[in-house]
Structure formats: structure tokens, C-alpha cells
T-cell receptor
């Protein structure tokens, strides 16, 4: 398996622009997580899905952030409008329910810079 | 609720020396325990995990960790580090009764000095 795939790997945009981050989880995984990592705040859980349904979005910082999972193989995290404080590395992770492994598998991340 | 404390934010160590990265957790329910490693400009990957059984677990790259229930600790050790071990290390817990929530610690930055 190719692992969790994220695109783009780097994104530089100007304040006020819309940004869309993409994630393809590992096939067969039931859970999908979106995290944000910054030096100041560490690793933060933004939202997660189970079987394509959003379960907990309490970590989404504000209404400018939205996430969707239209099918089992694709998810997006959108920021509109973007602000400089959104600059961070955004990770997607997936996890299976079956098999007893319990751990999360992380993608390589998208480094977002908002100028 | 659960919480994870990693007592050292940065740990410098000379190459071939032993290292211990400390992790303590707080939880009112039984938990599974994990250590993840993040190499520069990469995502997190699993080093090792404790689910049940022997309290000493071995992971990849020569790392091991010991679960101590009475002290609610899960310290990570390696007898001899290599330059390639330079990375950020995260301790994490997950309640046995709740599949979805994994709580990550703040991370420990390990720097191996040649």
C-alpha cells in the first residue's frame, strides 16, 4: 500500500485566499483524522471521521475551517479565507478498526504558508 | 479525560550513548500506549505500542519501552543512539473503551551529537 497520501506537500498563498488540502487514506481504514502542527501549539486534532461521517469537529479553530469526506478514499480540509496564523503543517492520518493494530498512520503532511 | 506529559522538551545526547525519553500519563480508565517518531519534514510513524501482556515492549530501530502501571509511565529507551535517531518523539495514549480519541504528548526533541 502507498500509505496515506496528501497533496500538495507545500502551499504558499496570500492572506484572504481559499486553500484546499487533500488526503487519500489507506484503503480499508475506517477512521480519518486531520491534525495541525505548529511550534507554539504542538500537534492539534482538528476533526475526525468514521466511515466518512464527521464525528468530532471541536478542534476546528473557527468557521473559516471546513472538512469533508465525500467517500472512503478522499477527504479535504478547506480554509476560507486564509490568514497568516493558519501557517502550519497539516497532517492527515487514517486508522483501521479491524486487525487490532489500533495505531494511526500519518501522511507526510502539507506545509502551509500564508503571507 | 486523559493527558500525557513528556517531561523533557529537548534531549541532547552523544552518539553511541544510551538515552531515556520520559512519558507519564493520567487516565481514569485503562489505556493503550504508543510512541511515535517524527523525522524532519516527515509525518509521524509508529515506534512501538503497548496493548497488553509483557510490560517491556520492543519496537523498531532498537527502541524499547516499559509500561509501569503504578507510576503511570511509559518511558522510551535505547542503549546506544545513532545520528539517524535525531527526531521528535511523541508519547500517546488511547482509552481502551474509546476507539477514536488518541491523546498525544507535546513531544521530545532528541538531538544526537556526533
Amino acid at each position: 500500500d502507498a500509505g496515506v497520501i496528501q497533496s500538495p506537500r507545500h502551499e504558499v498563498t496570500e492572506m484572504g485566499q481559499e486553500v484546499t488540502l487533500r488526503c487519500k487514506p489507506i484503503s480499508g481504514h475506517d477512521y480519518l483524522f486531520w491534525y495541525r502542527q505548529t511550534m507554539m501549539r504542538g500537534l492539534e486534532l482538528l476533526i475526525y471521521f468514521n466511515n466518512n461521517v464527521p464525528i468530532d469537529d471541536s478542534g476546528m479553530p473557527e468557521d473559516r475551517f471546513s472538512a469533508k469526506m465525500p467517500n472512503a478514499s478522499f477527504s479535504t480540509l478547506k480554509i476560507q479565507p486564509s490568514e497568516p496564523r493558519d501557517s502550519a503543517v497539516y497532517f492527515c492520518a487514517s486508522s483501521p478498526v479491524r486487525g487490532g493494530s489500533y495505531e494511526q498512520y500519518f501522511g507526510p503532511g502539507t506545509r502551509l504558508t500564508v503571507t | 479525560a486523559q493527558s500525557v506529559t513528556q517531561l523533557d522538551s529537548q534531549v541532547p545526547v552523544f552518539e553511541e550513548a544510551p538515552v531515556e525519553l520520559r512519558c507519564n500519563y493520567s487516565s481514569s480508565v485503562s489505556v493503550y500506549l504508543f510512541w511515535y517518531v517524527q523525522y524532519p519534514n516527515q509525518g509521524l510513524q509508529l515506534l512501538l505500542k503497548y496493548l497488553s501482556g509483557s510490560t517491556l515492549v520492543k519496537g523498531i530501530n532498537g527502541f524499547e519501552a516499559e509500561f509501569n502501571k503504578s507510576q503511570t509511565s511509559f518511558h522510551l529507551r535505547k542503549p546506544s543512539v545513532h545520528i539517524s535517531d535525531t527526531a521528535e518523539y511523541f508519547c500517546a495514549v488511547r482509552p481502551k473503551t474509546s476507539y477514536d480519541k488518541v491523546i498525544f504528548g507535546p513531544g521530545t526533541s532528541l538531538s544526537v551529537i556526533p
